[in-house]
């Protein structure tokens, strides 16, 4: 069986469009069972009740931590006798071939890519420092719960995720590579994630948007 955890705080707006996504690349695997499991973390909101209606499991926590949220649905869908462990976001939206992909890889872990889709939210220059810094190709050293896959055995192997309020996926790889685990940096998988503002996790994604654009407007008042 394969296991998804979805850690989401108030995810409500965007969490239902996430799951169909994952929904499409369950179908797609073909006869290997897929347990999707929405950890629900301090939310105040529908995120819970929206992921029960379209069929998944959910477990409330009230860590207020993505690491937290992350090991626990990761301890949860191992009680249940996930061999393979897909790791993305709320505000994301998976390929059909998310979870096929990273099993075809036959590594000890999947590191895959991100694209965004709208940057509506923020001005021209900030999408511009995303695509200059992003390494959109196999063998890039980009790390994101986003779009994670690790082995069952490994992940026990390299302790599993810290309770940290951010970088938790950092910590899970290093650890990885310390156990000399195979990983699998490629460009596909790619998820389609948000560039919303507003961050759920500090230095996050949407932490390194908004100081991106905090960066260009310090430099206009300096130039003035």
Do not use: K
Not at 55 to 60: H, I, P, S
């Amino acid at each position: 069986m394969i296991g998804v955890c979805i850690p989401a705080h108030d995810e409500a707006e965007g969490i239902a469009g996430c799951l169909r996504s994952v929904r499409r690349a369950a179908d797609d695997l073909g006869d290997e069972p897929v347990l999707v499991v929405v950890v629900a973390d301090a939310c105040g909101d529908d995120t819970g009740a929206i992921a029960r209606r379209m069929g998944c499991e959910v477990l409330r926590v009230e860590a207020r931590c993505v690491g937290a949220a992350r090991a626990a649905g990761a301890e949860w869908l191992l009680r249940h006798g996930c061999r393979w462990l897909c790791f993305t976001d709320a505000d994301t939206q998976v390929p059909p071939d998310w979870i096929a992909r990273q099993l075809g890889y036959a590594s000890d872990a999947v590191c895959g890519t991100i694209g965004v889709g709208d940057w509506l939210d923020h001005p021209v220059h900030v999408a511009e420092a995303f695509r200059s810094h992003y390494q959109n190709r196999d063998g890039h050293r980009h790390i994101h719960g986003a779009n994670l896959g690790v082995s069952s055995i490994a992940y026990r192997r390299a302790g599993g995720f810290a309770p940290l309020p951010a970088h938790e996926d950092v910590g899970l790889v290093h650890a990885l590579l310390a156990q000399q685990a195979q990983i699998a940096w490629v460009c596909q998988p790619r998820v389609m994630t948000s560039a919303r503002r507003i961050a759920r996790a500090p230095e996050g994604f949407a932490a390194w948007l908004n100081a991106r654009a905090a960066e260009a407007f310090v430099s206009i008042d300096l130039s003035a």
